[in-house]
């Protein structure tokens, strides 16, 4: 089992999550965070000055998936996050020792 | 008829109530909206506060109501209100040219305003500008004209009160129009409403209600027996809407929501506006407690068989509201209410006024599908392309086209 923790645009979310369920990911998890990589900030105008934004709203997203499932859920979340520009996001995978699912104790990939 | 200062006070006073339901209408439709797109959809009503009363006085309020060419529009003899007297009487013997001008502004703001909730969360709001002021000079001031300045629907003795045509039927069918030539939202189907503040939409619907009281029980352009009848009528069939709203979610969903009352009272109001100073009591709480029923049909059963994106309903709303308005005057007027009234109303056994009434309903769609149709052309002339990109509609309208947000995050980190 891999957990999967993506930092999107929060524009991207509808995409990526019409992707992924296609891909049949049981369930994720989502937070709306604020953060900046090399994207910096960017500049608003409030009454003519400027002001400068460091923190960007982003969306950071946590799936757990089965070791098969890995590379068609990076993958498909890539292409569907993906603009070209500075500020796309980025990826890290984790190894997940063990899952229990508390309603029925079933542990292990079938907690999936 | 000298000048009264009864008049004057209460047409002033209700010009500056009608002013107030347009940031009404922008809290009724941004409570609707994404959040990602609240200030671009209040942006869209406030524009027009400025840009339809600097229009009004150039030259808005003459091609209305000075003269008349055809019977389809008014002259240019008032450029700029020249010669629009402050202490001299105009279209309205007890009141002050200028009084009933500013009077007239009021609504010149709110109807085209009524449109942007068609088209809320997709369109580019440089084209919006371009289309509102376009669509000003060449479907309302016409309508106007022909309806209250002397044009030809006046001549044919058909009744709009406060609007019922000119306001509501004009900005409805012109929403469809612009709402179909925009094309759906992105991801619309999946879910048609993402209301992100209620209590938004009440305040909105709040505003709206106080305002119409100037919208209504000003429209008798005086303070009299009228104006009162126009205030009962006009709470009358807010009341019953909003309560007949509320009966059908109940039956239907089984909860009653705010979102429903809300929309119950306001279509309520747009159903009594035509008739509100020509029908009696009793008409209007049928008036009212009817048009929930066909609007609320008409959203939830034939708008998805039609399959367009009239995001807020404003055609819904407004257009199927106001064709019901005008018939139901064409069913309910009666000349002990109003002595303007020449032909009662069918209800009593009259046929002549709702004819005039389905002839005025079908000039005012006609001129409005034309009419969007061309201010739509001239939008695209200037700006290319009246939509923003699938990104920008990602992003929300309020960042690509306002590079402004409504709400900080949550997370207290901005």
């Known amino acids: 089992m891999k957990k999967i923790e993506a930092f999107i645009r929060p524009e991207k979310l509808d995409d990526i999550k019409d992707a992924l369920a296609v891909l049949h990911v049981n369930g994720l998890s989502i937070s709306q965070i604020m953060g900046f990589g090399s994207q910096k900030g960017w500049k608003e105008y409030i009454r003519g000055s400027e002001v400068e934004v460091n923190f960007l709203a982003k969306i950071k997203i946590e799936i757990v998936v089965l070791d098969e499932q890995l590379d068609a859920v990076v993958t498909s979340i890539c292409e569907n996050a993906r603009t070209g520009e500075v500020g796309d996001g980025k990826i890290f995978i984790y190894n997940i020792e063990d899952a229990i699912r508390i309603r029925t104790n079933e542990r292990g990939n079938d907690a999936l | ?414």
């Open chain 2, 1 to 414: 008829m000298k000048l009264d200062s009864g008049n004057i006070a209460w047409m002033l006073t209700s010009s500056a109530l009608v002013l107030l339901m347009t940031p009404g209408l922008a809290f009724f439709y941004a409570g609707l909206v994404k959040r990602k797109n609240a200030v671009n959809t209040i942006m869209s009503s406030v524009f027009v506060m400025g840009l339809a009363s600097i229009l009004w006085v150039l030259i808005g309020y003459s091609l209305s109501f000075s003269g008349d060419i055809g019977g389809i529009i008014g002259n240019l003899d008032w450029f700029g209100l020249n010669g629009v007297a402050p202490d001299a009487p105009g279209p309205i013997s007890t009141v002050p040219n200028l009084c009933f001008s500013i009077f007239q502004m009021m609504f010149a703001i709110i109807t085209p305003a009524l449109i942007t909730g068609a088209i809320v969360e997709r369109m580019r709001f440089t084209s919006l500008f371009i289309f509102i002021g376009v669509w000003s000079i060449i479907v309302y001031y016409p309508l106007a004209h022909m309806v209250w300045g002397g044009g030809f629907l006046f001549d044919i003795g058909a009744l709009d009160f406060a609007g019922g045509d000119v306001v509501h039927i004009s900005s409805g069918v012109s929403a469809l129009v612009l709402a179909l030539v925009l094309g759906k939202r992105k991801h619309y189907g999946k879910a048609a409403y993402h209301p992100h503040n209620v209590p938004f939409v009440l305040l909105g619907a709040a505003l709206l209600w106080f305002g119409w009281f100037g919208f209504n029980a000003g429209s008798a352009g005086a303070a009299d027996g009228i104006a009162v009848n126009a205030f009962m009528t006009t709470n009358t069939a807010a009341a019953a809407a909003l309560l007949s709203w509320m009966l059908i979610e109940k039956i239907h969903n089984g909860k009653p929501t705010l979102v429903g009352a809300s929309t119950g009272l306001v279509i309520g109001l747009v159903a009594i506006t035509p008739g509100a100073g020509f029908v009696p009591i009793w008409a209007s709480i049928i008036i009212g407690a009817l048009v929930s029923p066909i609007c609320y049909f008409f959203i939830t059963y034939v708008k998805p068989k039609l399959g367009y994106d009239d995001a807020l309903d404003a055609f819904g709303c407004h257009g199927i509201g106001g064709i019901w308005g005008g018939i139901a005057t064409g069913l309910f007027a009666h000349s002990s209410v109003n002595a303007a009234v020449t032909n009662n109303g069918l209800f009593y056994g009259e046929g002549k006024l709702i004819v005039s009434q389905l002839i005025a309903i079908g000039v005012t769609i006609v001129i409005a599908v034309v009419g969007t149709l061309i201010a739509v052309g001239i939008a695209k002339l200037f700006t290319k392309n009246i939509r923003v990109s699938s990104r920008d509609e990602d992003t929300g309208l309020d960042v690509s086209e306002h590079g402004e947000i409504a709400y900080p995050a949550f997370n207290g980190m901005d």
